[in-house]
């Protein structure tokens, strides 16, 4: 599906739910007007998403990745090409639910925002930017607001995105990464990941791809 804050370009409610579902669609819908959503929030983007929420003409692989120290930490989001800077990696979808109370489970959950008195939680989804890791040093990916016109009943409305773009140029064979913030890491404890899949690069990579990747990474 076609996304961009462009006013001219409008999707349906229905289409806006296949990536961000609601209990109550009608009272976020009027929590976004209240916010008082202007055109200066958004970040300018335009993007095809696949079912997923990836941009489409990506090449992104769920695969496990393992922390510096050695042990798997479960699956990463790895690139099987290389990514341009400031380009849309994906939004980051799944259900609209009130902000959560201090001390809830929050292992998938993104607050947005505006309205800022609700979040997205991904953790009903097999696959997508909630499956970006925290490299705990090596980053490349960072978050952003925007928002879509969705036409709701007879009314146009502006309604949130949450994206993840790439902050620099990425190689073929690096992990996406994002930084979670202290937030997340309150209780838990953070471990530096793998920056690239080592296994894929000693098979596949040409000399060339392997400087890419180290130069990257290191830069």
């Known amino acids: 599906m076609k996304l961009t804050n462009k006013?001219?370009?409008?999707?349906?409610?229905?289409?806006?739910?296949?990536?961000?579902?609601?209990?109550?669609?009608?009272?976020?819908?009027?929590?976004c007007d209240e916010a008082g959503i202007r055109s200066a929030h958004s970040t300018t983007f335009s993007v095809t998403v696949d079912k997923n929420g990836f941009n489409s003409e990506l090449d992104l692989a769920m695969v496990p990745q393992h922390a510096l120290m050695g042990p798997t930490v479960g699956d990463g989001i790895l690139t099987n090409k290389s990514i341009p800077n400031d380009a849309v990696i994906g939004i980051y979808c799944g259900k609209i639910i009130p902000e959560p109370e201090p001390g809830a489970v929050t292992t998938?959950?993104?607050?947005?925002?505006?309205?800022?008195?609700?979040?997205?939680?991904?953790?009903?989804?097999t696959f997508g930017c909630h499956k970006i890791n925290d490299g705990a040093a090596f980053y490349n990916v960072v978050p952003g607001t925007a928002y879509v016109n969705v036409q709701v009943g007879d009314q146009k409305k502006r309604l949130p995105v949450i994206l993840y773009l790439a902050d620099r140029?990425?190689?073929?064979?690096?992990?996406?990464?994002?930084?979670?913030?202290?937030?997340?890491?309150?209780?838990?404890?953070?471990?530096?990941?793998?920056p690239f899949c080592l296994e894929k690069m000693l098979?596949?990579?040409?000399?060339?791809?392997?400087?890419?990747?180290?130069?990257?990474?290191?830069?």
């Open 7 to 31: 006013a001219d370009t409008v999707i349906t409610a229905e289409e806006y739910q296949q990536y961000y579902s609601s209990d109550d669609f009608e009272s976020f819908v009027a929590a």
């Open 108 to 125: 998938y959950v993104t607050r947005l925002k505006k309205p800022n008195n609700f979040a997205v939680d991904s953790a009903g989804l």
């Open 169 to 194: 140029a990425i190689a073929k064979f690096e992990y996406l990464s994002i930084e979670y913030g202290e937030q997340y890491w309150r209780g838990r404890k953070p471990m530096a990941l793998y």
């Open 203 to 219: 098979a596949e990579a040409e000399y060339e791809e392997i400087n890419d990747v180290l130069d990257a990474v290191l830069s």
